[in-house]
């Protein structure tokens, strides 16, 4: 029995209770490192024994995590790393950093935790960069379409020192956020249910005019509009309803964001058209991370690189055994139980969406965009430098394969 299912034989009113006792953070960051089966009786003693050692001693610094629609439950599905972090953190500073996790859009949702942070309401937040790019838009650097060419570079990139000094650097000068980890995914178009019963998509032409949510960010709007997909901006927690209902086709997301939000029921087909960035990250104030001690500075980036090498091994995993995001599938995955086909595209269909909307191919449709995010960084051509880094490894290496590397040390 997996992690997962332990956890959905605790009720929520259950998994409440013992919060309500032990405080919701202890309960969570118990649940979240369960190995054995669970029930009441030791999720409870797992949480009174969390919190003894969480309070032994005062904290010097009790920081907010705000992580949007996130628990410990839907963590298991898209490996983010939240908890791993919080638990490290607290773990490594031997207590004098304690976090404060709220998730379960209790304090803030994916459009609004970059502002809450940026405001001090919370002091690290977890969301999409893509969502959180309505209040950081130098995020939109990282949603150029195809500029990453697998999810291994994406990785690759996090890991990079240049990653510094073409992401990270900026954002903090710009919006006040230190970027810490990231999973990595690429997005594509998850399809209604109004697809059940066509075939499934192997070529491009079949997605052309139909109509599909996007996100916060403004770069995939271009990618949509040259892809002929009909961008349609709808709230993350109001797409669920847009696709019960029919009002849009699909949803530009990934696969695993479909399987946490208990998107499957209303998706019929995940198309895997990769064209630009999926990353649920996690960020700090850096207003709060420069007020930390330097010691504790060092085990904010240490936790924040152990969450990193986690995510990276976790969600490649998580995709294959727990979404079901594979051909062929393995059985009892959430995309089965669902009947949720992947439609992984042949290379000729992929390399033909390039051209239609990539900044490679289609300059001018980017220039505005360019323009502003190498004036934000300081003059260089983020584009270029980034599409650079993504290609230093080879296109078909596993993402589990890609070399950790901690990206503040030159």
């Known amino acids: 029995m997996g992690v997962q299912d332990n956890l959905s034989r605790i009720s929520r009113r259950d998994l409440f209770r013992v919060a309500g006792r032990y405080g919701l953070s202890s309960t969570l960051l118990a649940a979240g490192g369960f190995g054995g ?35 410990a439950r839907n963590l298991l ?23 404060e996790f709220i998730g379960d859009n209790q304090i803030c949702g994916q459009l609004s935790c970059v502002e809450k942070t940026q405001l001090g309401i919370v002091d690290i937040y977890a969301a999409s960069t893509q969502n959180s790019a309505g209040g950081a838009p130098y995020l939109n650097v990282l949603d150029y379409a195809y500029m990453f060419p697998s999810r291994a570079s994406q990785y690759h ?19 006040g956020l230190k970027f810490l980890f990231s999973h990595a995914e690429l997005r594509g178009i998850q399809l209604g249910l109004g697809w059940q ?15 599909n949510r996007v996100t916060g960010t403004q770069l995939g709007r271009i990618a949509m509009q040259a892809l002929n997909l009909n961008p349609v901006p709808i709230a993350w ?27 499957a029921p209303v998706v019929s087909q995940s198309v895997d058209l990769k064209f630009f960035c999926g990353t649920e990250h996690t960020s700090m104030s850096a207003k709060v991370f420069n007020s930390l001690d330097g010691n504790l500075q060092d085990a904010v980036l240490e936790s924040s690189y152990l969450a990193q090498v986690h995510v990276q091994a976790a969600n490649e995993a998580a995709l294959v055994k ?25 290379e000729s269909e992929i390399r033909k969406a390039e051209e239609m909307c990539s900044p490679e191919f289609q300059p001018q449709l980017w220039e505005q965009w ?30 589990e394969n890609v070399e950790p590397r901690r990206w503040w040390k030159a």
């Open 322 to 346: 727990t979404v079901g995001f594979s051909e062929p599938q393995l059985p009892d995955t959430i995309f089965v139980k669902n009947n949720v086909r992947p439609a992984f595209l042949p």
């Open 197 to 211: 019963d066509k075939p499934t998509v192997t070529k491009l032409e079949q997605l052309f005019g139909t109509k």
């Open 37 to 71: 089966a669970m029930s009441l009786a030791n999720l409870a003693s797992a949480a009174e024994s969390t919190y003894k050692k969480r309070f032994s001693k005062p904290a010097k610094f009790n920081l907010k995590f705000g992580a949007a629609g996130f628990n």
């Open 370 to 399: 360019r323009e502003r995010l190498n004036k934000w960084a300081g003059g260089i051509d983020t584009y270029k430098e980034i599409y650079d880094v993504a290609r230093q490894i080879p296109k078909d290496m596993k993402p």
């Open 157 to 175: 990139f996090l890991y990079s020192p240049e990653s510094q000094r073409i992401l990270r650097d900026p954002l903090e000068e710009r919006h």
């Open 77 to 99: 599905i898209e490996r983010a790393g939240a908890l791993e972090f919080a638990r490290d953190l607290e773990s490594r500073t031997d207590g004098e950093i304690r976090i």
């Open 237 to 263: 927690e109001e797409t669920l309803d847009g696709l019960k209902q029919g009002l849009i086709d699909g949803a530009e997301t990934w696969a695993s964001a479909v399987a946490y939000a208990n998107m």
